[in-house]
């Protein structure tokens, strides 16, 4: 690899908002005053609307800017606006986000369908709807799961405002097996243990990495934990980013059926397989005992805050009733756009683009790492989705080098919040390839080796520097 200067990686959507910082710093943008508008910026940086959207979207989180709907982005008016400067920076190098990359979120397309479900569903939008969602769409949704060998008719779906509120859900409403502990991966998804700890819940523990899961582990659990329902992520594992084999999920479905246990099994990255061959736990439930969510959130757009839930007849009365205690439906609009999104074939379309992507980027931090001279006690090479998982020996102060990098403008996620104990040293970190390219994925990994070269860490390859690629 050859040493990667800022301007390599300094990507058309920082350089815009470098240029909106000047002009405040100079006085040319003044405070409650109107940016150019997107289409103009557009044109003056020869760039796509996509990318001004970008910058814009950095600049709001920088709290420099504030979108007015169908007016335009202005000048936050801040107290401390005399001091605002070019020392506050963008993210140079971000491979701590979990959010989809702006740029490839299909803002127009699906702004046509949210004008299309306006008409189409202005009588609802007066109205609450039914809660368990818009037939329209569990039909099309059951539909598309039978392209993954799940079969279950529309009243088995039930759709939730992102696949958060079905976790939150399950997490607090009581089960036909009569337990009441909750089995969770370690590491796993953060906000799952936050949860768990504001509803209350006892959640134990069983160990996930490179190699899956230890099913003898997982069975003496089922067997003496008292277990509600155990939460996994088979595949594109967040944060580690490894997969269950097939004997794994089809043994994790016969241990539910003779325990007496449910799985909540969430393949929220399942649109982004590009092979097309991976079996989810669900398509193995022949005991009905395996409930299925998925989000579009990461697929498609955040905002939109939508996902579903596939759920056992068991569970459909109890799902309900603490669904429409806390609101009732969710979007009819956002539903109603998002059925004519999926049935015209944009999402297909899109999700396409999107896999070609993502996987490519993977591949190449892969590669990157790998040829990188970094030394790790566990990293799988994931063939997909957005996280890979580094760890480090104990002798490293991973938060040293996390606040190193960041100094630098580079991001990485220490995982100390993605196990139930804090108290125990984790030295991991994950890598996301949401929001960086391949010049990016050079330059910071690069970054990263050098750091670990200058606090004297032992990881590395020592008979040479970081090789040229």
Do not use: W
């Not at 539903?335 to 999926?342: D, H, M, T, V, W």
């Amino acid at each position: 690899m050859s040493n990667t200067s800022d301007k390599t990686y300094k990507v058309k959507y920082m350089e815009l908002v470098d240029y909106v910082l000047k002009r405040i710093e100079d006085g040319i943008y003044k405070p409650g005053k109107k940016l150019p508008s997107i289409r103009e910026l557009s044109q003056s940086f020869n760039c796509s609307k996509a990318t001004v959207i970008r910058a814009f979207s950095e600049l709001e989180t920088m709290h420099i800017v504030f979108a007015v709907p169908q007016s335009g982005y202005f000048i936050v008016d801040n107290p401390y606006k005399n001091k605002i400067s070019l020392d506050i920076k963008p993210t140079l190098i971000d491979f701590s986000s979990a959010a989809p990359d702006l740029e490839l979120l299909p803002y127009k397309d699906f702004q046509h369908c949210m004008n299309q479900a306006i008409d189409l569903y202005k009588d609802a939008l007066f109205s609450y709807s039914e809660t368990q969602g818009l037939h329209i769409l569990r039909k099309l949704i059951a539909k598309q799961l039978m392209e993954s060998q799940i079969f279950k008719a529309p009243e088995d779906i039930f759709i939730t405002s992102g696949s958060q509120q079905a976790l939150f859900i399950l997490a607090a409403m009581s089960f036909p097996n009569g337990k009441s502990n909750i089995l969770i991966e370690q590491p796993v998804y953060s906000s799952l243990i936050r949860i768990l700890e504001l509803n209350g819940i006892k959640a134990l523990g069983i160990t996930r990495n490179e190699k899956g899961i230890d099913l003898y582990e997982l069975e003496r659990n089922f067997c003496t934990g008292n277990i509600k329902f155990f939460y996994t992520i088979p595949r594109f594992h967040n944060p580690t980013g490894t997969e269950l084999t097939e004997e794994q999920k089809k043994e994790i479905s016969e241990l539910a059926a003779k325990y007496n246990v449910y799985i909540v099994e969430d393949d929220y990255l399942a649109d982004l397989d590009s092979t097309g061959k991976y079996n989810a736990i669900k398509s193995y439930d022949y005991s009905d005992m395996v409930i299925y969510i998925k989000s579009f959130s990461k697929t498609l757009l955040p905002g939109l805050r939508l996902g579903y839930a596939v759920l056992p007849k068991l569970l459909h009365s109890l799902f309900i009733d603490y669904k429409r205690s806390i609101d009732i439906n969710s979007s009819i609009l956002s539903q109603g756009a998002l059925e004519i999104y999926l049935k015209s074939r944009m999402y297909e379309k899109h999700i396409g683009n999107a896999k070609k992507i993502y996987t490519r980027r993977m591949n190449y931090l892969n590669k990157i790492v790998e040829r990188s001279g970094i030394e790790v006690k566990q990293s799988a090479k994931p063939r997909g989705g957005f996280f890979r998982l580094l760890e480090f020996n104990e002798n490293l102060d991973i938060d040293r080098l996390a606040h190193r990098l960041s100094e630098k403008g580079i991001y990485i996620r220490v995982l100390t919040p993605y196990y139930l104990s804090h108290s125990v040293k984790h030295n991991q970190v994950r890598l996301s390839i949401c929001r960086v390219n391949e010049a990016m994925i050079d330059a910071g990994i690069e970054a990263i080796y050098s750091e670990l070269k200058a606090i004297g860490h032992n990881n590395l390859n020592k008979t040479k520097d970081y090789p040229d690629i």
